[in-house]
């Protein structure tokens, strides 16, 4: 059995209301020894007054994004667009007893990340279980959003999840070289391949490219042509994680929205996502990384045109 393989089961929820949002909360398919805050899942949903589709919303790393990026749940509620925030792992309630939001993610350990992405992928496909369960919810109009980090979990959870009818990743990418040696954001891993690597001897980019990743892009347009072939032809398990290698396996529309002057995300992370994905969209903004919330509005637009 694949780490990535999922069974639908029958949950108990736990709903609840704050301000502005409904919160639901439930068991996760796994058990954390690192944190046991981790082991409930927890969804803020912005509800419509009529529901003419639902959003399944992936935020990025780190606590003080979520608020700014839940601005987007309450306006596409407005139009009518359900819209569920996933809060992933290590964040929020989820985050009880450690460092800073999402610190397990950087890891230097591929084997490890194998296992906290798929567990996020996970929670994201039982989800839309629980949309599923809901008035209004039409499987026919359900649609994906991921922002950064939550990109690339999105783009790993709509290869898997065929439920999915459209998504839209926004300043994101994939290629674990180009964001690990290069994203600033990836500082505290580059300094753990530095100190202490890990148990596939990368240390530094020069490690990383004649060992494994040489051309990773060719690499996954050449050996990956099914799901199963990611976890079976891998020459590391970083790959297993990557969003280049879930990428060919997006049959569902996509819009891309890349930020012209983003130093976060690298500009080749973002375009070997783009060139693997079959049915794609792009548009650009003119800012960074983090000033793309200066034109959520027109974002939130052209998302919306293109989800109808």
Request: proline content about 4%.
């Amino acid at each position: 059995m694949y780490i990535y393989e999922y069974e639908k089961k029958q949950t108990e929820y736990q709903i609840n209301m704050q301000d502005g949002y409904k919160t639901v909360q439930f068991s996760a398919e796994y058990k954390d020894e690192k944190c046991k805050a981790n082991e409930t899942v927890h969804l803020h949903i912005f509800e419509p007054k009529k529901v003419k589709g639902d959003i399944l919303f992936l935020h990025g790393i780190g606590r003080r994004n979520i608020a700014y990026l839940q601005w987007y749940g309450k306006f596409f509620a407005r139009y009518g667009y359900r819209t569920t925030f996933l809060i992933l792992p290590y964040h929020l309630e989820r985050s009880s007893g450690l460092g800073k939001d999402g610190e397990p993610f950087f890891s230097s350990e591929p084997d490890e990340c194998t296992v906290l992405f798929h567990n996020t992928v996970k929670d994201a496909r039982r989800s839309i279980d629980f949309l599923e369960t809901q008035e209004g919810f039409d499987p026919t109009r359900l649609f994906l959003v991921g922002v950064s980090f939550g990109g690339m979990l999105g783009a790993m959870t709509m290869a898997l999840d065929k439920r999915i009818k459209k998504g839209c990743l926004m300043i994101t990418g994939g290629n674990w070289r180009w964001i690990n040696f290069y994203s600033p954001y990836a500082q505290d891993i580059r300094q753990q391949y530095l100190t202490v690597s890990n148990h596939y001897g990368c240390r530094n980019e020069e490690t990383c490219a004649k060992n494994f990743r040489a051309d990773a892009c060719a690499f996954v347009k050449n050996n990956f042509k099914n799901i199963n072939d990611i976890f079976e032809k891998s020459p590391i398990t970083c790959y297993h994680y990557d969003a280049i290698s879930y990428a060919p396996f997006i049959a569902q529309p996509v819009l891309i929205i890349n930020g012209i002057f983003d130093k976060i995300m690298p500009k080749r992370a973002s375009q070997e996502l783009n060139s693997l994905l079959k049915n794609k969209k792009i548009k650009q903004i003119p800012s960074g990384h983090k000033s793309s919330i200066l034109f959520r509005r027109i974002i939130a637009l052209w998302i919306m045109k293109y989800f109808r």
